[in-house]
């Protein structure tokens, strides 16, 4: 357990929870988002919170059997913000009154005036005026539970902020986590001030904490890590090599799908520079083999995913008295199993990592950055000494380039889409544009075009790019090159890569279409 002074949010199952951890982690306070579900008092006494923040959410607290809080919340003598619904409860708990509709539900953007005495809460705001606030509700504050008063009102919210300054309880109607309300880190700034939090969470003491973390649970046994050559798995990689040195091997499957060069890079990384025992299963001609002729994308999955796991754990078997897999479970999937719908992780990575494994090889987990944001493993990366430049790749499917050869894989295919994603990467490099975008790759084309190049006529592949915006991977935007960009690009790739006659730019946004083309 943390030894930092804690934040607890309850959620009651806003869209935009994570988004008050990202703000509070960003201002260095050590925070965990819990389900109301899971909250009982018995909870609160062991998770000594030095202040609580209750989140919003869909449900009104005027329908019988809404989410509440558990009761000592309000007796624990430590500050609460509740937000939206957060607010809500914390009125209708109090004593005062909500009510639904009546044609005062907001949506979007809202302009909060100041009204009454100045709050410590709203340090640095109304200094220009009205301040512009992010609004979500349709039910709202009728009457103001004893004690509080008001200190901001919108038109369709008079009791936008309201305290209880004698108990330091807080309730704003407005969602102050999101970017539409340019001035809610500020006030969640002021509310970790008043909480008496010192931002004791940094990466740095993060770092040596783990390490302690993983000395205790490991001991002198041993531990396999599968490196795929990713952020997280790498990251957890390093950090549990320095904290238990040797006892770490890691296992590098490699399929035969990775990109130009990435697995003689992973290995010299691994391997020479931090002297990482590494096994590098080279089973290429196995994973090539059986997907031999394969041209559905499904049974492609299917058979890439089986062999994974076959050779996994065939090489880690061979690792006597393992007791324990690491995995680079990051805290959004923490969160999502244990969600306030309790439904199952649908993020990205339920598709490919070694899910089942540690049952199926009775190993017991060890999971370092499950506390983590995936900034903050980028942090812990460049603290661990991690290059700049591996920290920051995007991301790339554990079938690798098996879907991004749509239809039938064959060798002759692979190597000519090796080298064209590297111009393609190359160019994007050059231009400075990288960082802007979450993912760009090539993908060659199921098909052969007329061409003429010199005095000759070519028939050769079609070659497809993508380049996409996102925040998660669930939605994502084509990257707006510029045409003289493209234009470049499919020369460059035409001129160095021989076996394509011709690029096409995809410009499908997801949805409807998926980032990657299988
Ligand atoms: P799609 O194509 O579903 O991709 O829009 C969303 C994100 O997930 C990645 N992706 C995968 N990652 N195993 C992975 O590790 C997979 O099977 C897989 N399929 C897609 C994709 O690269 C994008 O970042």
Redesign the pocket.
């Known amino acids: 357990m943390s030894t930092h002074d804690r934040l607890l949010i309850i959620d009651f199952g806003s869209q935009v929870t994570q988004l008050i951890a990202r703000r509070l982690r960003e201002l260095n306070v050590y925070c965990e988002i819990h389900p109301y579900q899971n909250v009982d008092d018995a909870f609160l006494t062991s998770f000594a919170p030095k202040a609580i923040i209750f989140s919003g959410g869909p449900d009104s607290v005027t329908r019988a059997g809404s989410p509440r809080p558990p009761a000592n919340a309000f007796t624990l003598g430590v500050p609460i913000l509740g937000i939206c619904y957060g607010q809500q409860v914390m009125m209708q708990e109090l004593g005062g009154l909500v009510e639904s509709g009546h044609g005062t539900a907001e949506f979007g953007r809202a302009k909060v005036t100041e009204s009454g005495t100045k709050l410590p809460l709203l340090d640095g705001w109304f200094t220009n005026g009205p301040e512009q606030v992010w609004m979500s509700h349709g039910d709202h504050v009728s009457r103001l539970a004893p004690g509080f008063e008001v200190y901001g009102t919108s038109p369709g919210a008079p009791f936008a902020i309201t305290a209880d300054v004698a108990r330091n309880f807080f309730a704003v109607q407005f969602h102050p986590e999101v970017h539409h309300t340019p001035r809610g880190a500020q006030l969640y700034k002021n509310f970790v001030t008043l909480a008496g939090f010192t931002g004791d969470w940094s990466m740095a003491s993060y770092r040596e904490e783990a390490i302690a973390k993983i000395r205790a649970q490991v001991g002198d046994k041993k531990v396999i890590c599968g490196l795929s050559g990713g952020v997280d798995s790498s990251v957890a990689a390093v950090l549990i090599h320095e904290a238990i040195g040797d006892q770490l091997t890691c296992v590098f499957v490699d399929h035969g799908l990775l990109r130009l060069n990435e697995a003689e890079e992973v290995v010299k990384m691994f391997r020479d520079t931090y002297n990482i025992p590494l096994i590098h299963a080279d089973e290429a001609e196995l994973f090539l083999g059986e997907l031999d002729g394969v041209s559905d994308p499904e049974t492609k999955?299917k058979i890439i995913g089986r062999l994974f796991i076959d050779v996994f754990q065939k090489y880690a078997g061979e690792i006597e008295g393992a007791e324990y897999l690491a995995q680079g479970t990051l805290y959004p999937d923490v969160i999502e199993s244990v969600s306030f719908s309790g439904g199952p992780s649908v993020t990205?990575?339920s598709?490919?990592?070694v899910g089942g494994l540690p049952e199926k090889m009775g190993l017991k987990l060890v999971e370092p950055l499950r506390e983590l944001f995936k900034d903050e493993v980028r942090a812990l990366g460049r603290e661990l000494g991690l290059p700049a430049s591996f920290i920051s790749r995007h991301?790339?499917?554990?079938?690798g380039l098996a879907?991004r050869c749509p239809g039938e894989i064959t060798r002759e295919k692979l190597d000519i889409l090796r080298k064209a994603d590297a111009v393609y990467l190359d160019q994007i490099r050059k231009h400075g544009l990288y960082d802007d975008i979450?993912?760009a790759f090539a993908a060659i084309l199921p098909m052969r075009t007329v061409g003429v190049m010199g005095d000759g006529r070519t028939y050769d592949y079609a070659l497809g790019l993508r380049a996409v915006t996102?925040v998660d991977?669930?939605t994502?935007d084509y990257y707006p090159f510029t045409h003289d960009f493209l234009g470049e690009t499919a020369t460059r790739i035409i001129n160095e890569v021989r076996g394509i006659n011709r690029v096409f730019y995809d410009c499908t946004s997801?949805p409807p279409?998926?980032?990657?083309l299988e």
């Open positions: 999955r990205i990575k598709h490919h990592n991301p790339f499917p554990g079938p879907i979450w993912q996102s991977g669930m994502a997801k279409g998926t980032i990657e």
